[in-house]
């Protein structure tokens, strides 16, 4: 999976007053969880937008003041009106305790059933995934190949080495259902034989 570096800075006081004077700075208060203690520290607005407003998931690289670590996104807070990032929390990556993280499904193939007229229905662009940190994956890749109308993909039918995926396994991801045109041909055709 692919890691970004952040870099941050401690905070010497924790509040609200000093949280809103970061902000100010176009920094945002940050809390790093899993470890001995809670760090609480700041990163800069602009360095959190590759990580954040992207489909793609990504461990971070996290230097605190010389401390180096890995890490996740485990939880955003963002301005009611603005949409402005104004939290952040990181979970720290241990390589011996799995983690659930959503990624992204990747459709691969062409679908014989988009073909001759079926229409393409994903229902889940993300799957919920628990495996330790290098086992992750930066997608989950869902052949079509084989699907034909009236057909679909389930959580249940994917097979994945050292991962679970924990979503329900009788969700769909990917169908292929008929369309108005193939179903008005149907019953054009239908309708021709009748006569």
Do not use: C
Not at 136 to 163: F, N, R
């Amino acid at each position: 999976m692919k890691s970004i570096a952040i870099s941050g800075s401690p905070r010497e006081n924790v509040g609200k007053r000093d949280a809103k004077e970061l902000r100010y700075q176009a920094l945002v208060p940050a809390v790093l969880y899993g470890g001995p203690t809670q760090t609480h520290f700041s990163v800069s607005a602009s360095d959190l937008k590759a990580v954040v407003y992207t489909p793609v998931v990504h461990f971070i690289d996290l230097d605190i003041a010389g401390t180096k670590s890995k890490a996740i996104i485990k939880d955003l807070q963002f301005h009611p009106l603005t949409e402005q990032i104004i939290h952040v929390d990181f979970l720290l990556l241990d390589d011996k305790k799995p983690i659930t993280i959503e990624i992204p499904v990747k459709l691969t193939g062409t679908s014989p059933g988009v073909k001759t007229g079926g229409k393409l229905v994903q229902k889940l662009r993300k799957l919920r995934i628990k495996a330790l940190p290098k086992d992750h994956l930066d997608a989950i890749e869902v052949p079509i190949d084989t699907l034909e109308v009236g057909k679909s993909v389930k959580v249940g039918d994917l097979k994945v080495d050292k991962l679970i995926i924990t979503n329900a396994k009788e969700d769909t991801i990917v169908s292929v259902t008929t369309s108005r045109a193939l179903r008005q041909a149907e019953q054009e055709a239908a309708a021709g034989g009748k006569k």
